[in-house]
Nanobody
Framework: QVQLVESGGGLVQAGDSLRLSCAASGRTFSNYAMGWFRQAPGKEREFIATISRSGRRTYYADSVKGRFTISRDNAKNTVTLQMNSLQPEDTAVYYC????????????????????WGQGTQVTISS
C-alpha cells in the first residue's frame, strides 16, 4: 500500500499561482500512475490531471488545460501540480491519488480507478 501526503494549499487571490506537492511512501513510487482531483463544497470529486508512471503521458480536465501542469519526480517520490491563473472557481480541496499499473505510459482519468488517496489540501481563491 502506498501512503500519500499533499501539501502546498492555501489562500491566494485570483490570478495568482500555487504549487501543490504530493509525497508518496510505502511502495515503489514509479510503479504507480498518479492523479490530482478536487472537490468543491456540495459537489462531487472531479478529475483534474493525471500522469503515467513514466511521466511521458499526461491528461487534463478541460477546465484547467493550459493553466495547470502535472509532473512527477520518481527519484524523489513526488508528484506536483503547478496551478497558474487561479480563479475563484478553482476553490476546492485538492487530492492526490495513486494507482498501481503495469503500463508505464498509461494515464488513468477515472476517480474510481484510483484506490489510494491522500487527505487533501485546501485551496481557496479570493476574487
Amino acid at each position: 500500500q502506498v501512503q500519500l501526503v499533499e501539501s502546498g494549499g492555501g489562500l491566494v487571490q485570483a490570478g495568482d499561482s500555487l504549487r501543490l506537492s504530493c509525497a508518496a511512501s510505502g511502495r515503489t513510487f514509479s510503479n504507480y500512475a498518479m492523479g490530482w482531483f478536487r472537490q468543491a463544497p456540495g459537489k462531487e470529486r472531479e478529475f483534474i490531471a493525471t500522469i503515467s508512471r513514466s511521466g511521458r503521458r499526461t491528461y487534463y480536465a478541460d477546465s484547467v488545460k493550459g493553466r495547470f501542469t502535472i509532473s512527477r519526480d520518481n527519484a524523489k517520490n513526488t508528484v506536483t501540480l503547478q496551478m497558474n491563473s487561479l480563479q475563484p472557481e478553482d476553490t476546492a480541496v485538492y487530492y492526490c491519488a495513486a494507482k498501481g499499473s503495469v503500463y508505464i505510459d498509461y494515464a488513468f482519468v477515472g476517480k474510481d480507478e484510483f484506490p489510494y488517496w491522500g487527505q487533501g489540501t485546501q485551496v481557496t481563491i479570493s476574487s
